[in-house]
């Protein structure tokens, strides 16, 4: 396995996926009853910036450097700030995991699973403020089969976040659509969110539609690209697919996105959007 998260991290698709992240959590929060957070790439939960993360320049250092108005973007940005300030490491980046975790309340629990072992080991150090909370745990084992055994859950609440490296694309694009499927099976008022790369538009609406169909449920669709979508460079945006989600999210994230979005193009073509997609529509392309 080639793929080093350590390299990414911090980048404009770490932002995007991070504030999505925060977004989906504060509103399941908005309801008193504890939910249940799994994810199933869960990866190291901090990288130091300064160990080669290339991108994080465009992406995080970039919107650390804005004026950022809206309250999604501003909290983000303090959470970032916490843990850089708490470390004494003014280049740390955190990771899904440490960000999830620090929104969780008494009621709340999560699961947080990583294949590789040196990775899941990492990721319980950096999670060292939350240990001794029984509700956080890290499984060391392949996500997409872990995934079942957590669902569903006893709260019957939760977010199941997929976060797939996309080494061989099609191929975890093709895993995180079943593990979709099977989440919803077990658990079908669960919300689940996946993110993927924008970089080849014909694939990408296939599986979109194919994932519209076969869940028949509501879906939203968010995107946020910084060179021309169909561009053959390398990473030209990042989406986040919805299942089930929450009320009203397509509205509140509406403005957020705009404004990262006006962060953080460098004027190569990029741009941002919100689809909403009915059950059993097929997505737009
Ligand atoms: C994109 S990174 C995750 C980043 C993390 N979600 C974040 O935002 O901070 C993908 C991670 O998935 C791990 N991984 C790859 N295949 C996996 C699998 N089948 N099950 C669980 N983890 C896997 C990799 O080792 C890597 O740490």
Not at 78 to 85: E, I, M, P
Not at 96 to 110: I, T
């Amino acid at each position: 396995m080639k793929y080093r998260h350590a390299y990414h991290a911090g980048n404009f698709a770490d932002v995007h996926k991070h504030v999505t992240l925060l977004a989906l959590l504060a509103a399941l929060k908005r309801k008193d009853k504890g939910f249940l957070y799994l994810e199933t790439h869960a990866g190291r939960g901090a990288y130091d910036l300064s160990d080669s993360a290339p991108e994080s320049a465009a992406g995080i250092t970039r919107l650390a450097g804005a004026d950022c108005v809206a309250e999604e973007l501003r909290h983000y940005l303090a959470r970032v700030g916490h843990l850089r300030r708490q470390r004494g490491a003014a280049r740390l980046y955190p990771g899904s995991p440490w960000l999830a975790a620090g929104e969780l309340r008494a009621q709340d629990r999560a699961v947080l699973i990583e294949r590789l072992p040196a990775q899941a080991r990492a990721l319980e150090k950096s999670l060292a403020e939350f240990s001794g909370q029984r509700r956080v745990r890290v499984d060391s084992g392949d996500g997409y089969e872990r995934l079942r055994a957590a669902l569903p859950p006893t709260e019957r609440r939760g977010l199941v976040f997929i976060d797939p490296p996309y080494e061989e694309s099609r191929l975890d694009l093709q895993r995180a659509q079943t593990a979709c499927l099977d989440a919803l099976r077990r658990f079908p008022t669960g919300v689940v969110a996946i993110w993927y790369p924008i970089k080849d538009e014909r694939t990408g609406a296939g599986w979109q539609a194919g994932l519209a169909r076969d869940t028949g449920r509501e879906m939203l669709l968010a995107e946020l690209w910084l060179y021309p979508r169909d561009s053959r460079v390398a990473l030209n945006g990042s989406g986040m697919l919805i299942v089930n989600p929450p009320y009203r999210m397509d509205e509140s994230m509406r403005s957020w996105l705009a404004e990262m979005h006006r962060h953080l193009d460098a004027g190569h073509g990029g741009g941002s959007a919100i689809h909403r997609v009915a059950p059993g529509r097929v997505a737009p392309g």
